[in-house]
C-alpha cells in the first residue's frame, strides 16, 4: 500500500500571509495531482505534475514535484479568505490514486 | 452534460441492512472510481474500473460490492451495513488513470449513516 504524507494538518493564518502545505511519500508515482475540496462538495483538480522537477503556477499557487516524483509542495503567496479549504494531494501509480489526508487551510480576514 | 451524478444524497440505514449507491457519468469516461471519506480525512479507494466489466479492488473494498455492466454506472453495493461503514461516499471518473490532463470528476457524494 502506497502512503500520502501530507502536513500541516490544520494551518490559520491571516490574509496576506504565505504559506506552504507538503506531500511525502516513501513511494514513487507517475504523477501528482493537488484537488482542493469545500464542505458538502467533492474535490476538484487543481494541477497535475508529471515530471520530476516540474514546477507550476496557477495565479497565486505553485505546485512542485520533487526530483524523484516521492513528493510535492503546494506554496500559497498572499493567502485570501477565499483560499480557505481542504487542500488533498493525490498520486497515480499504474492506474489507481492514493490521497493524503488533506490540509485544512483557513485564512482569516 | 451532467458529469457526475450520484443518488442518494443522504441515506441513514440500520445495522445490518443492504443498500445501492448509484453513480453514473455522462462524459464516456473509461475510468470510474468509488472513494470514501471520513470526516477531516482524505478519500481512500474502495474500487474502481478501467472500463465496462472490469473491475478491481482498491485500498478498503471489505463489505463492499461493485458492478460495471455499462460505461455511464457504476454501483456500490453495501451488504449488511456496520457502523464503520459511516462515511460519505464520491464516486468519480476520468478518462484515463492518472497523468497530465486526465482530470477525475467527482460526484456531489452520498452521506450515509448507519445505526
Known amino acids: 500500500t502506497q502512503l500520502l504524507e501530507q502536513s500541516p494538518q490544520f494551518l490559520s493564518i491571516q490574509e496576506g500571509e504565505n504559506l506552504t502545505v507538503y506531500c511525502n511519500s516513501s513511494?514513487?508515482?507517475?504523477?501528482l495531482q493537488w484537488y482542493r475540496q469545500e464542505p458538502g462538495e467533492g474535490p476538484v483538480l487543481l494541477v497535475t505534475?508529471?515530471?520530476?522537477?516540474e514546477v507550476k503556477k496557477l495565479k497565486r499557487l505553485t505546485f512542485q514535484f520533487g526530483d524523484a516524483r516521492k513528493d510535492s509542495s503546494l506554496h500559497i503567496t498572499a493567502a485570501q479568505p477565499g483560499d480557505t479549504g481542504l487542500y488533498l494531494c493525490a498520486g497515480w501509480h499504474a492506474g489507481k490514486s492514493t490521497f493524503g489526508d488533506g490540509t485544512t487551510l483557513t485564512v482569516k480576514p | 452534460n451532467a458529469g457526475v451524478t450520484q443518488t442518494p444524497k443522504f441515506r441513514i440505514l440500520k445495522i445490518g441492512q443492504s443498500m445501492t449507491l448509484q453513480c453514473t457519468q455522462d462524459?464516456?469516461?473509461?475510468?470510474m472510481y468509488w472513494y470514501r471519506q471520513d470526516p477531516g480525512m482524505g478519500l481512500k479507494l474502495i474500487y474502481y474500473?478501467?472500463?465496462?466489466?472490469?473491475?478491481d479492488k482498491g485500498e478498503v473494498p471489505n463489505g463492499y460490492n461493485v458492478s460495471r455492466s455499462t460505461t455511464e454506472d457504476f454501483p456500490l453495493r453495501l451488504e449488511l451495513a456496520a457502523p464503520s461503514q459511516t462515511s460519505v461516499y464520491f464516486c468519480?471518473?476520468?478518462?484515463?488513470?492518472?497523468?497530465?490532463?486526465?482530470?477525475?470528476?467527482f460526484g456531489p457524494g452520498t452521506r450515509l449513516t448507519v445505526t
Open positions: 462524459m464516456n469516461h473509461n475510468y
Open positions: 505534475v508529471v515530471t520530476g522537477g
Open positions: 468519480a471518473s476520468s478518462l484515463s488513470g492518472g497523468g497530465a490532463g486526465y482530470e477525475q470528476y
Open positions: 513511494s514513487v508515482f507517475s504523477s
Open positions: 474500473s478501467v472500463g465496462a466489466g472490469i473491475t
